[in-house]
T-cell receptor, first 113, second 110 residues
Framework: ETGVTQTPRHLVMGMTNKKSLKCEQHLGHNAMYWYKQSAKKPLELMFVYSLEERVENNSVPSRFSPECPNSSHLFLHLHTLQPEDSALYLC????????????FGDGTRLSIL | GQQVMQIPQYQHVQEGEDFTTYCNSSTTLSNIQWYKQRPGGHPVFLIQLVKSGEVKKQKRLTFQFGEAKKNSSLHITATQTTDVGTYFCAGPNTGNQFYFGTGTSLTVIP
C-alpha cells in the first residue's frame, strides 16, 4: 500500500475511444505528477500539479488532457490515442513540488489497439 | 536539452558481488534522489542527497553526490537476490525541471 491508488490497473482501448485514468493520494501531499514509462526509455514526466494548478506541461500531445479537481485527485483523459502511446502510466505525489521524494502508484498499463 | 544518463544500462552480478551505478547530468542538479523499481512494480524512493560531496549509507547501499552536483553514484556491497530491479537517479535542475535518469537494471544470479 503506497498511499497512491491508480485505476484501472490495465486498459485496452481502440484509437477512437475516450477513456480516463484516475489517481488518488491519501498522503496529504500538495503536488501530483503524471509519468509515462515505455520499454527501454527513461521515465518521462508529462504533467505536474501543485495545489491543483498545473505548473509543468512537457510538450505532451493534446490527446492527453490532465485534470486536477483537488489536491487528492488527478485524472488523465485520453482520446484519439496512437499505438505509440501504449505504455505504463504512473501517477506520483509529493509533499511539495519537485524537491521532495515522490510516492508512486502501481500504474495503469495502457494498450492501444 | 537536459539529459540524465546512467551507466551501465544493464548489470548482471553473482550474488555476493558488489554493484555500482553511475548517474551523470548534463546540468547542475539542486538535489539527487534515488529510486528502485522491482520488475512489474513502481519506483520506490530510496534516498535524497542535497549537499555537494554528500555521502549517505543505508545498510549495504552507499550513495554519493558529486562535488559539482552533476553526478552521483549508488554502490551496493555484497548483492543479494532482493536487490534485483532497476535503479533510477532523479532530480530537479536549477530551473526546477525534474528529470529521471535512464536507469540501471540489476540482475543478481544466485
Amino acid at each position: 500500500e503506497t498511499g497512491v491508488t491508480q485505476t484501472p490497473r490495465h486498459l485496452v482501448m481502440g484509437m477512437t475511444n475516450k477513456k480516463s485514468l484516475k489517481c488518488e493520494q491519501h498522503l496529504g501531499h500538495n503536488a501530483m505528477y503524471w509519468y509515462k514509462q515505455s520499454a527501454k526509455k527513461p521515465l518521462e514526466l508529462m504533467f505536474v500539479y501543485s495545489l491543483e494548478e498545473r505548473v509543468e506541461n512537457n510538450s505532451v500531445p493534446s490527446r492527453f488532457s490532465p485534470e486536477c479537481p483537488n489536491s487528492s485527485h488527478l485524472f488523465l483523459h485520453l482520446h484519439t490515442l496512437q499505438p505509440e502511446d501504449s505504455a505504463l502510466y504512473l501517477c506520483a505525489s509529493s509533499l511539495q513540488v519537485r524537491n521532495q521524494p515522490q510516492h508512486f502508484g502501481d500504474g495503469t498499463r495502457l494498450s492501444i489497439l | 536539452g537536459q539529459q540524465v544518463m546512467q551507466i551501465p544500462q544493464y548489470q548482471h552480478v553473482q550474488e555476493g558481488e558488489d554493484f555500482t551505478t553511475y548517474c551523470n547530468s548534463s546540468t547542475t542538479l539542486s538535489n539527487i534522489q534515488w529510486y528502485k523499481q522491482r520488475p512489474g512494480g513502481h519506483p520506490v524512493f530510496l534516498i535524497q542527497l542535497v549537499k555537494s560531496g554528500e555521502v549517505k549509507k543505508q545498510k549495504r547501499l552507499t550513495f554519493q553526490f558529486g562535488e559539482a552536483k552533476k553526478n552521483s553514484s549508488l554502490h551496493i556491497t555484497a548483492t543479494q537476490t532482493t536487490d534485483v530491479g532497476t535503479y533510477f537517479c532523479a532530480g530537479p535542475n536549477t530551473g526546477n525541471q525534474f528529470y529521471f535518469g535512464t536507469g540501471t537494471s540489476l540482475t543478481v544470479i544466485p
